[in-house]
Nanobody, 126 residues
Framework: VQLQASGGGLVLPGGSLRLSCAAS????????IGWFRQAPGQEREGVAC???????YYADSVKGRFAISRDNAKNTVYLQMNTLGPEDAAVYFC?????????????????????WGEGTQVTVSS
């Protein structure tokens, strides 16, 4: 059972990246998925999440710039990040929580999710 986040990298301010969160060993259909990030010296924060039935929630800091989506056929959840700024630089993690009753899971901590993936680094710099 594994979640694998990928797609991070170095991007210029104002640029875009698309992160992927792929599951192996289980199917994401029955899981709410969240993207979280942690910058050096800061606490982990929830960025975006998507429920089993496709409801989406975003942190205020990324509303209008980030979009989360899921492709159950590919067992993958995506995070499209646009208009990136230095404040978005962090290690991004995806996490899964089983159940179709979950909506906004952005406030859940590391013990409140069923699976966590390894992070992918996003660097925003000129």
């Amino acid at each position: 059972v594994q979640l694998q986040a990928s797609g991070g990298g170095l991007v210029l301010p104002g640029g875009s990246l698309r992160l992927s969160c792929a599951a192996s060993g289980f199917t994401l259909d029955d899981y709410a998925i969240g993207w979280f990030r942690q910058a050096p010296g800061q606490e982990r924060e929830g960025v975006a999440c998507i429920s089993v039935d496709g409801r989406t929630y975003y942190a205020d800091s990324v509303k209008g710039r980030f979009a989360i989506s899921r492709d159950n056929a590919k067992n993958t959840v995506y995070l499209q990040m646009n208009t990136l700024g230095p404040e978005d630089a962090a290690v991004y993690f995806c996490a899964a929580l089983w159940g179709n009753s979950w909506g906004n899971i952005l406030q859940r901590d590391e013990h409140g999710m069923d699976y966590w993936g390894e992070g992918t680094q996003v660097t925003v710099s000129s």
